[in-house]
């Protein structure tokens, strides 16, 4: 929490998890004093900037996204979304957050990503699953490809494969 100069607590005013030219490594936490209505930016890594937030909180471009919904989608949307956060504990609104919400909390496959998964062996294929689907929600992508799999897969199992065939 932080203590504005007048000695009062700020409260989170928004949040910005897609800093212009940064690389998502980073968020900006804007508070205010109610008070004297200072305002503050801090910009942290996002596990530091989530310990600034100190109500359910929107970033900025998930706000976005609800503000272009239909009028009378987006309260529906907003509920729905900000019912789900409460439910993982969560009081950022990102936009991986939000297409969580919005695809009921999974991870969503691609028909030929999932085509290939039933082609891993069995004892593995749970794991694999499980590695994709934090991989995608990871780099905030909503979708485990064709693509995701053949990267996962170098790094975890074919590495050197290609090497070794050189
Ligand atoms: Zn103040």
Redesign the pocket.
């Known amino acids: 929490m932080l203590v ?3 000695g ?1 607590w700020m409260h989170t005013e928004g949040l910005d998890e897609c800093l212009e030219g940064g690389d998502g490594k980073a968020w900006l936490v804007r508070s205010e ?1 109610r ?2 209505r ?1 305002l503050v930016g801090l910009e942290a890594t996002p596990d530091e900037a989530l310990a600034l937030v100190d109500r359910l909180t929107w970033s900025d471009d998930a706000r976005h996204v609800l503000e272009r919904m239909p009028p009378y989608v987006a309260p529906l949307v907003r509920a729905e979304v900000e019912a789900y956060a409460r439910v993982k504990g969560q009081r950022a609104v990102t936009m991986l957050l939000l297409g969580q919400a919005r695809q009921g909390g999974a991870v969503a496959w691609a028909s030929e990503a999932e085509q290939r998964l039933d082609n891993v062996p069995a004892p593995v294929r749970a794991m694999a699953r499980m590695e994709l689907e934090r991989t995608a929600i990871e780099r905030g992508e909503a979708e485990v490809t064709v693509a995701l799999m053949e990267e996962v897969k170098a790094r975890y199992f074919g590495m050197g494969a290609q090497k070794r065939d050189e």
């Open positions: 504005c100069g007048c009062r004093c008070a004297c200072l």
